[in-house]
């Protein structure tokens, strides 16, 4: 797990494994407080499903029952925060989201993560917490976490302090 580079305003995070996307979920989980929304953006294989299931467990949730909600579209899971993941992969367009009851779970308490976040339109939150995932080869995943407003913004200021302390510190010599 390498944390690449970090700003105030976003977040690079570079996974070689699974359990490096896991990881930064874990991470993800810990440091949220309740009505966080989490948009995530990436084509298919990209780890959105495994990244969420991280969050899960950063929740203290169940992580082994989370899957995609392609069918069901959003399922709940409970740990110290209600968890609602939401797959919109299967949406023919952005007013097809007004009929998911996806809007019931913006209430200021559930931490709510939406999968092809791409697909909702204007239905999202104006603040959130975005993660672009792409390849960048057969294993290797590159995370770009990016706040859109004061929720997500201190969000990603949490993350930046958890990057800073899980850096390898460099080692001087003195002679």
């Known amino acids: 797990m390498a944390w690449a580079t970090s700003s105030r305003d976003c977040l690079r995070f570079i996974s070689s494994s699974v359990e490096d996307t896991e990881r930064l979920g874990r991470v993800i989980g810990r440091a949220l407080r309740g009505g966080e929304v989490i948009g995530l953006y990436g084509d298919l294989g990209t780890g959105k499903t495994t990244l969420v299931r991280g ?4 929740l203290r949730a169940a992580p082994r029952l989370v899957s995609s909600p392609t069918f069901v ?3 709940e899971y409970r740990g110290r925060l209600l968890l ?3 797959d919109l992969y299967r949406l023919a367009s952005p007013d097809d989201v007004a009929q998911t009851g996806l809007s019931d779970y913006l209430d200021g308490t559930t931490v709510t993560v939406v999968e092809w976040a791409d697909h909702a339109g204007a239905e999202l939150p104006n603040d959130r917490l975005e993660i672009r995932i792409t390849h960048r080869g057969r ?3 590159v995370l770009h976490l990016s706040a859109t407003g004061p929720i997500s913004g201190a969000l990603l200021r949490k993350l930046c302090l958890a ?7 460099s ?5």
């Open 55 to 58: 969050i899960a467990a950063g």
């Open 73 to 75: 579209l959003i399922h």
């Open 84 to 86: 609602a993941h939401a």
């Open 139 to 141: 294993e290797t995943r």
């Open 163 to 169: 990057a800073g302390r899980s850096r390898p510190r």
């Open 171 to 175: 080692r001087s010599r003195t002679g």
